[in-house]
């Protein structure tokens, strides 16, 4: 399939799973477990080297992934992403907030795919559910229930909870869109007085959802079901049938009639799905994040979120009351309604408001506010502190450094002729805007052009050439009216800002300098019709 290598940690239960199916896809390199007997039979079943968990970091693989105990988890990811390998970790990342954070931020620093394995978020199934609810077909979600029940398998190091719940998690949170506000949980013991067997998990979303999950190992048959409940109608994921039969949608109705509710039903619609081994997609997807640099469906932030609902059941497993979810699954705000495409870095405590279109490849810095309706990328970088206000579009070629300032409904073009039937992405033209530049609403900035640090472009002005740092510009074609401060005040014949008292000289090259200690700060002594004037 590719020349992708990767070596699976763990050999037991689920990881020889692991191990054929990355065996299959023709990139298993060799196989890792501290048991020498279950690293043994994988050699020999499919004859690739066993080899000690520091000689697979000291190997050449591209991928480590592990399934090993989920205590070990944050060690051994810690140590692969320090070796610079990328990682595909089972459920879930970690057993602590502050271990998963750890994890998150050594990805982002070391530039290395790190991703969760929540199974069902690769289900064809699960994601027809998806596609089907984001289009609209069930209506405005109500309420999601999950039920995952089996005899065994029991074990001593995790309870049910952990054990089985977190497939159940991701797809709610993957469904609802958010974080819930309130979680309770309720569970008991039977096998062992410290290890909960059976637990129910009641969750409370912002806006209006409620879900439960009830799971348990100490159950007569298995069953794996997700049942949503919508408006409009209902859906029916159930895992344990054929796969003519896993997905049924009833556009069932209730209709209030005489002040009183009346149940609608219509005949339900079985779902058409192709048979194929989520296992296998989730492991393609791994191959795919590597080979193309994407971010994976269930990154490490997912991973996080998923935690977050573990320890809030947890803690109110312990002290039986509800328990509030701390909001801090990622490093930066996205409203439901905005898309961030697989490929991009959004930087910390970036906002990204309603109805947002991040394209791939781009990147956006810290503390940045993208307002509505704007649309970046792909390939766009920003710097920290940019502040894009409603309605822009910033294309590729648009690079734009710390501290700009794009103003309502402000335009960027990355070609000079365009013509709708004619090809011209080999003409893209750089556009660079430095530090500090403030763009007001409305005003178009053709490409090519170079903004100088500070300059300030005037609400519906039309630049076409390059603009001199600190320079105000206004007008169609715009040109300079005056200077302007490092502060946005407009300078006056004493050019002193009004506002900070910086001073400041225009030099014999017509160039705005800073006087520092009675001596000027000089600014490049030419302007061309290039966007490399400025370097």
Known sequence: MSNIKISVVGCGYWGKNLV??????GVLDSVCDSHSELADEMQKKYNVPSLSFDQVLQSDVDGVVIAAPAAQHFALVKKALLAGKNVFVEKPISLRIEDAQNLHELAIKSKKILMVGHLLQY???FLKLKQLISEGSLGKLQYLCSNRLNLGKFRNEENILWSFAPHDISMILGLAGSLPDKVYATGSCHLNPNIHDVTTTHMTFKNGIHAHIFVSWLHPFKEQKLVVIGERGMAVFDDSLSWNDKLTIYPNQI???????QPSKSEATKINLVSSE??????EHFIDCIQNKIVPRTDSSEGIRVLQVLEAAQKSLKTQSATNVINE??????HESALIDDGCEIGNDTKIWHFSHILKGSKLGNHCVIGQN??????????????????VSLYKGVILEDGVFCGPSCVFTNVHNPRAEI????????TYVERGVTIGANATIVCGVRLGAYCFVGAGAVVTKNIKPHALVVGNAAKQIGWMSHAGEKLGDDLICPKEGRRYSVNHKGYLEEIINNESISKPDTQSNTVDSFH
């Open 20 to 25: 054929r199916n990355f065996f299959d896809l």
């Open 123 to 125: 289900h064809p199934a």
């Open 255 to 261: 209709n209030w009639v005489d002040g009183f509710p």
């Open 278 to 283: 989520p296992l296998k997609i989730e492991c």
């Open 329 to 334: 699954d990622l490093p930066f705000y996205k």
């Open 374 to 391: 704007v649309m970046i990328g792909p390939d766009v970088t920003i710097g920290n502190k940019c502040k894009i206000q409603n309605n």
């Open 423 to 430: 090809e011209r992405k080999d003409e893209f033209r750089l």
